[in-house]
C-alpha cells in the first residue's frame, strides 16, 4: 500500500492529545482505542474512516483467557478495575469484555458515516472492499497474499502484524 502509513499500536504509551495524534492518511490497529471512543469522536468526528476490525468472539474470549497474567493485562484490568470483581477468572469475563467492547463500538459508529465493519474470518473477501473503500494504491494482490500466510500468533502480531508490515513495506 502506497499512498497509507500503518502501525499496530504506535501511540499506546502516549496521554492527552498526543495519544490520538495520528497523521494523515494512517491506518492504526489498536483495541485499546475501543476505550477512547469520546475522545476519537471529539477529534475526529465525522471526517475519519472507522473500521470496525471484529473476530468471532468465542475463538476471541478463548484467547483472552490465556492473557491473565500478561504485564497489561486487559481482561485483568477489565475483570479487577472495572468490574471490581478481585480476582476472579475465565470465559464468561472474557465474552463480557469482548461483548462491551463491540456494542460500545457499535454505538459510537451509529451516526458515522464513514465505517466499515472487517470480519477476520472474512478477510479474504473483506479486504479487498477495504482497499477501495479508501483509495489504497499499490499491488492489492500481494497484500490478499499476505493474508493467507499462517504464521504462530503468539510470536507475531498475527493478521496486524502482517498488514502492517506489508503496508510499511
Known amino acids: 500500500m502506497d499512498n497509507f502509513s500503518a502501525g499496530h499500536e504506535t501511540r499506546s504509551a502516549l496521554v492527552g492529545e ?16 475501543s476505550w477512547m471512543l469520546g475522545k476519537l469522536g471529539k477529534k475526529y468526528g465525522k471526517d475519519a474512516f472507522y ?4 473476530r468471532d468472539i468465542e475463538t476471541t474470549a478463548v484467547s483472552f483467557n490465556r492473557r491473565w497474567d500478561y504485564p497489561g ?22 465474552r463480557d ?18 465505517q466499515m465493519t ?27 497474499r499476505e493474508l493467507e500466510i499462517h504464521y504462530n500468533q503468539s510470536k507475531k502480531l498475527g493478521i496486524f502484524g502482517r498488514l502492517i508490515d506489508f503496508i510499511k513495506g
Open 18 to 33: 498526543e495519544r490520538l495524534d495520528f497523521p494523515d492518511n494512517h491506518i492504526e490497529a489498536d483495541n485499546r482505542l
Open 51 to 54: 473500521v470496525h476490525l471484529r
Open 73 to 94: 493485562s486487559l481482561i485483568r484490568a477489565y475483570t479487577e478495575g472495572i468490574l471490581m470483581a478481585g480476582d476472579q477468572r475465565g470465559l464468561k469475563y472474557c
Open 97 to 114: 469484555l469482548l461483548e462491551t467492547i463491540h456494542f460500545n463500538i457499535e454505538y459510537f459508529l451509529r451516526d458515522k458515516p464513514n
Open 118 to 144: 472487517i470480519s477476520l474470518e472474512n478477510i479474504q473477501e473483506d479486504f479487498p472492499r477495504f482497499w477501495e473503500w479508501i483509495g489504497a494504491q499499490g499491488d492489492l494482490e500481494a497484500a490478499v
